[in-house]
């Protein structure tokens, strides 16, 4: 009988995947219809989230699963493959903004609502932490490696897919946190560091397996002799996978993040000869700040500054669901920390880090942040140009 005739469906597998892939299709397929065009989620992420969808569906419903009941060589690549190439991909393709629009507009907004309470932001906050998501993802793969535990995984399928989850949940944080995370392209030098670590203890975890002088997990020795296969030898064989090809996976990942931080910081190098135009912005509202010291109405300046309405601007900021992903003084419930707070953008010299603070750059990266800033964590939403306006003179009350 050949291997390539077993395919794992196990509900417990199987359902999970297919509801994440419905729903990332309905959020796409709402998402882009909302804003006319594939704005929002650009094709480029929604094809990373296909391919790591379809990479952890071999991984675990493909012969690949089968065969890791028998081999632990085997097991270890459809390991590899979970952590190291379908979770990046998936993290990249920003699968939460998409399930969330996979919901009508009044149930997403009830959802949004519930995930901005102080107490979930904070725990947010403290997993998504570059620290916290390291020690988070060492932590599941050391502790899943412990023969108690990966024995307890082989002999009941219920806690091999709480395995599988943990090691996708750890990983999927950790790779968010690396490149969505709260300093954006300016912690890429941080999360090389992070990314060469993990190489680190996960190689020195591979190495012990290798140079083990019996088997780890009596489960293989047991397969061994009913397969005719040396479980030592397929145990060493498991330890050069972790230890050498996925090694070299994370030196190519690490040296990507390194050629991102290394071009975000030449262009802020670039960029520093636009500082003229900031400094002029900032001679205006300090004027504006000073008018309004002596009794005028910051209202009045702003609304100078960009042609919009402070007021329609505080009700485009809830129709937007700007509050989803920012901390903004003034709106009610907006304490969210996916993105930087807005606390005080108008006396800031940038805006995403690197475009000069001006109306016009502000009104721009409002309606198409992907143009201003490919790549960006801030999608675009089809933000009308008198939305924007309007959104901007809110923004430049906030001083």
């Given amino acids: 009988m050949s291997a390539f005739e077993h395919w794992e469906l196990h509900p417990a597998v199987a359902a999970p995947l297919l509801?994440?892939?419905?729903?990332y299709a309905a959020g796409v397929a709402r998402l882009w219809s909302r804003t006319h065009?594939?704005?929002?989620?650009?094709?480029?992420?929604?094809?990373?989230?296909?391919?790591?969808?379809?990479?952890?569906?071999?991984?675990?419903?493909?012969?690949?699963?089968?065969?890791?009941?028998?081999?632990?060589?085997?097991?270890?690549?459809?390991?590899?493959?979970?952590?190291?190439?379908?979770?990046?991909?998936?993290?990249?393709?920003?699968?939460?903004?998409?399930?969330?629009?996979?919901?009508?507009?009044?149930?997403?907004?009830?959802?949004?609502?519930?995930?901005?309470?102080?107490?979930?932001?904070?725990?947010?906050?403290?997993?998504?932490?570059?620290?916290?998501?390291?020690?988070?993802?060492?932590?599941?793969?050391?502790?899943?490696?412990?023969?108690?535990?990966?024995?307890?995984?082989?002999?009941?399928?219920?806690?091999?897919?709480?395995?599988?989850?943990?090691?996708?949940?750890?990983a999927s944080l950790f790779w968010w946190a690396m490149v969505h995370g709260r300093y954006g392209r300016q912690g890429y030098g941080l999360a090389v560091v992070y990314v060469f670590l993990t190489a680190i203890h996960s190689g020195a975890l591979g190495a012990l397996l290798t140079v083990a002088p019996s088997p780890w997990y009596s489960y293989y020795v047991s397969q061994g002799a009913a397969w005719r296969v040396d479980p030592l030898g397929d145990q060493q064989l498991a330890g050069l996978l972790m230890w050498i090809p996925a090694g070299v996976v994370f030196i190519v990942l690490g040296l990507a993040l390194f050629a991102a931080w290394m071009g975000?910081?030449?262009?802020?190098?670039?960029?520093?000869?636009?500082?003229?135009?900031?400094?002029?912005?900032?001679?205006?509202?300090?004027?504006?700040?000073?008018?309004?010291?002596?009794?005028?109405?910051?209202?009045?300046?702003?609304?100078?500054?960009?042609?919009?309405?402070?007021?329609?601007?505080?009700?485009?900021?809830?129709?937007?669901?700007?509050?989803?992903?920012?901390?903004?003084?003034?709106?009610?419930?907006?304490?969210?920390?996916?993105?930087?707070?807005?606390?005080?953008?108008?006396?800031?010299?940038y805006l995403g880090g690197h475009l000069v603070n001006t109306p016009d750059n502000m009104i721009k990266w409002i309606q198409y942040p992907q143009r201003a800033d490919p790549g960006n964590a801030m999608p675009n939403l089809g933000v009308t140009d008198q939305d924007a306006r309007d959104i901007a003179a809110y923004l430049y009350t906030l001083r």
């Fill in 264 to 349: 975000e910081a030449e262009r802020r190098v670039r960029l520093g000869a636009t500082d003229a135009a900031s400094r002029t912005l900032l001679v205006l509202l300090a004027a504006a700040a000073f008018s309004s010291a002596c009794g005028a109405d910051f209202t009045h300046e702003a609304e100078t500054l960009t042609g919009g309405s402070v007021h329609q601007g505080k009700t485009a900021i809830g129709k937007y669901g700007c509050a989803g992903c920012h901390t903004i003084p003034g709106i009610d419930r907006a304490r969210a920390t996916v993105g930087p707070p807005l606390t005080a953008i108008a006396q800031r010299h």
């Fill in 19 to 23: 509801l994440s892939a419905a729903m």
């Fill in 37 to 170: 065009g594939r704005r929002g989620l650009p094709t480029l992420s929604v094809a990373a989230f296909a391919a790591g969808w379809l990479v952890a569906a071999a991984a675990l419903v493909s012969p690949i699963a089968w065969l890791s009941g028998i081999l632990f060589s085997v097991h270890m690549t459809q390991h590899t493959l979970l952590m190291l190439i379908a979770a990046p991909l998936m993290a990249f393709g920003r699968p939460l903004f998409a399930f969330l629009w996979a919901f009508p507009a009044a149930r997403r907004e009830r959802i949004s609502t519930a995930f901005r309470g102080a107490r979930f932001l904070r725990l947010w906050r403290s997993a998504t932490a570059p620290l916290a998501a390291f020690l988070i993802q060492a932590a599941a793969l050391w502790m899943w490696h412990l023969p108690v535990l990966y024995q307890a995984a082989l002999a009941d399928e219920s806690v091999h897919a709480v395995q599988h989850l943990s090691f996708v949940a750890a």
